[in-house]
């Protein structure tokens, strides 16, 4: 007789079973669950449209100047930031690192040989650096060195199409693409502190994200010492890395504190903000209705043990251990999730294959399923663990009591 525990115990609970308690409570995990998955899938999906670089979690950077008004941009004070200032903003939960702009202490003026026209195009400009890491383009040619001078130049993307679009057209000159312009003929001229010299130059990138003319900073210390003596201002730009761009936090220091960000980063932080925000509160509502989801189950057994109780209760006096008469429960709740987190998944990988094409046509290449996989074996993992907790602790007491 006892041998055939598992049948009696099934056909025990086939008699009293609610169909429509369980359907409900399987339904309503399903839906929670979908819920969970397409938000997690969507969010990595639609990530790399805000990301310049491969992370989940988005790194972004900031260039950080003084807000000027008023007699200060008459006089040119207050625009430099004091080492008060900067350990200041350092110690920003928002914040992760904290680089200097140097400015060049001499004045620089360049010349640029333009392929066999023999025409020149000439200008006075200046230098600056920030520490490597800051940097998003690292060519090989990145260092200086002072016994063979070549000036080594990252340029933002946005001079050359202004000279391409702008000033070549207008005036008749030929246009230069990122690949050419490395072999462009390069020199600066450098004044001060009583010299005067001509060094070669070379572009050897442009960057996305500096809005200036960088040279590395081996180069800028030693022309400011040979040049200027070694003096140099304190900085009047500083560029921020930050972990959760978009963050109202960001804007409010800003403002309290009279600075400015350059561009329109902090706009576009925003919408990733945005994004990470609202994805947070779809996969809230899915993990509630999850949770509730759990709860109807449990509420579904709960009465289903009460409907059996006197017979379970004579199955334990007649030597039934209660993890036999648990284990029907105890599959079934198994199979129901395990239904459950399979169609979660497939509907979610349905779902995506509606708007993936669409992520796709603003340049998202879409993102492993695996993320949400794993997060549907966490989540219905847990669910299933608790399920069987809670069966086993209400066996057990009607164990204990007898």
Known sequence: MKRNSGGLMWELLRKNISAGQLTGFAIANLIGLTIVLLAVQFYGDVRPIFNDEESFIRRDYLVVTHKISGMGA??????????????????????????????????????????????????????????????DVKPDEWHFDPSRPVVPVIVSKDYLSLY?????????????????????????TLTGGGRSE???????????RLNTIVVPEEFMQWSNERYSGGTTDAPARLIVEVNTPGDVKIAQYMEEHGYEIAG???????????LTV????????GALISLLSFFVLMLSIYLLLQKNMRKLQDLLMLGYTPAEVSAPYIRM???????????????????RTVYLPMLEGLGAAGSSLLPAIAVALIV???????????ISRRISTLWRQQ
């Open 380 to 390: 219905m993992g847990l669910i299933t663990l608790g399920n069987i907790i809670a």
């Open 74 to 135: 008459l006089l040119g004070t207050g625009s430099s930031f004091s080492d008060e200032a900067i350990a200041d903003i350092e110690r920003q939960p928002w914040v992760r690192k904290v680089g200097k702009f140097t400015t060049s202490a001499y004045n620089v003026y360049a010349s640029v040989g333009l392929g066999n026209s023999g025409r020149k195009l000439s200008s006075q400009m200046f230098f600056e650096s920030i520490p490597t890491e800051f940097i």
């Open 264 to 274: 329109d980063k902090l706009d576009s932080g925003k919408a990733n903000y945005f």
């Open 333 to 351: 709740v198994v199979a129901i999730n395990a239904a459950v987190m399979l169609l979660s998944v497939i509907l979610m990988a349905i779902a």
């Open 278 to 285: 609202t994805t947070g509160i779809v996969i809230a509502v």
């Open 164 to 188: 391409n679009f702008g000033f070549a057209a207008a005036q008749g000159m030929p246009k230069i693409s990122e690949g050419m312009v490395g072999m462009v003929p390069l020199q600066f």
């Open 198 to 208: 001509v060094i070669p130059g070379r572009i050897v990138g442009f960057s996305s």
